[in-house]
């Protein structure tokens, strides 16, 4: 079956230091992969997504992620965190096709220290 | 702006009670969704719903039934109610498209207690 792992279950970063979250997909066909964040108390939220074209897509917030085929990764990354981006980060996939379904990752909690 | 919403954001049941929560769309949406969202092991989805009375099984639907009478609404159903559904409960709708190409839209959830 497919899924997708995110290996870092708990981040702890100071203000301005950089973040990569990493994301494995384990479908070796056609995917659309998505980055959704959930700030303490709010919806899930869209950040970013890549459906074809330019592997490195930029999204809200100053995040960025590069999809890898040959690894089969989309990382997460920002150069400088805030205090604002404490949040839970969410990986999904889409393995194509004429659905909506998306798989997700078990999450990245980061907490950014001021 | 896309609004989701979700009939109660805190629930508090007893083992073994019917359970109905509520989710609607006003978006004219196609596609709904239930998940639900647990420490640890992220979203799964429970069902989910491309059309009027259209309802697929997701990952984990065993003790859950659906219902989506009209569009804009999608209920998630518990017919007997259990400690282990303890969860946060979160809704969301998309528009068709292929391959996924668009977001999913998602309410604010519903932590709900069986005690």
Same mark, same amino acid.
């Given at each position: 079956?497919?899924?997708?792992?995110?290996?870092?279950?708990?981040? =702890?970063?100071?203000?301005?230091?950089? /973040?990569?979250? !990493? &994301?494995?997909?384990?479908?070796?066909?056609?995917?659309?992969?998505?980055?959704?964040?959930?700030?303490p108390g709010q919806h899930l939220q869209l950040l970013l997504k890549y459906f074809?074209?330019?592997?490195?897509? @930029? %999204? =809200? @917030? !100053?995040?960025?992620?590069? *999809? =890898? @085929?040959?690894?089969f990764s989309f990382n997460l990354r920002k150069p400088s965190v805030q205090w604002s981006d404490t949040a839970e980060?969410? &990986?999904?996939?889409?393995h194509g096709g004429a659905t909506n379904k998306l798989i997700f990752g078990t999450g990245t909690l980061l907490a950014v220290q001021p | 702006d896309v609004k989701v919403t979700q009939s109660s954001r805190y629930l508090?049941?007893?083992? !073994?009670? @019917?359970?109905?929560?509520?989710?609607?769309?006003d978006m004219d949406h196609e596609n709904m969704f239930w998940y639900r969202q647990d420490p640890g092991l992220g979203l799964r989805l429970i069902y989910f719903s491309y059309d009027v009375k259209m309802k697929e099984k997701g990952d984990i639907p065993e003790g859950y039934s659906?219902?989506?009478?009209?569009?804009?609404? *999608?209920?998630? =159903?518990?017919?007997?109610?259990?400690?282990?559904?303890?969860?946060?409960? /979160?809704?969301?709708?998309?528009?068709? %498209?292929? %391959? %996924? /190409?668009?977001?999913?839209?998602? !309410?604010?959830?519903?932590?709900?207690?069986?005690?």
């Amino acid at each position: 079956a497919q899924s997708v792992s995110q290996h870092n279950h708990h981040v =702890i970063l100071s203000e301005a230091a950089s /973040l990569e979250l !990493g &994301c494995n997909y384990s479908y070796g066909g056609t995917v659309n992969l998505f980055w959704y964040v959930q700030y303490p108390g709010q919806h899930l939220q869209l950040l970013l997504k890549y459906f074809s074209g330019d592997p490195l897509v @930029k %999204g =809200i @917030k !100053g995040f960025e992620a590069e *999809f =890898i @085929k040959s690894k089969f990764s989309f990382n997460l990354r920002k150069p400088s965190v805030q205090w604002s981006d404490t949040a839970e980060y969410f &990986c999904a996939v889409n393995h194509g096709g004429a659905t909506n379904k998306l798989i997700f990752g078990t999450g990245t909690l980061l907490a950014v220290q001021p | 702006d896309v609004k989701v919403t979700q009939s109660s954001r805190y629930l508090v049941k007893r083992t !073994g009670e @019917k359970v109905f929560l509520e989710c609607v769309q006003d978006m004219d949406h196609e596609n709904m969704f239930w998940y639900r969202q647990d420490p640890g092991l992220g979203l799964r989805l429970i069902y989910f719903s491309y059309d009027v009375k259209m309802k697929e099984k997701g990952d984990i639907p065993e003790g859950y039934s659906v219902s989506r009478e009209k569009k804009e609404r *999608f209920s998630l =159903i518990l017919e007997s109610a259990s400690t282990n559904q303890t969860s946060m409960y /979160l809704c969301a709708s998309g528009p068709p %498209g292929t %391959g %996924g /190409l668009y977001e999913q839209y998602f !309410g604010p959830g519903t932590r709900l207690t069986v005690t």
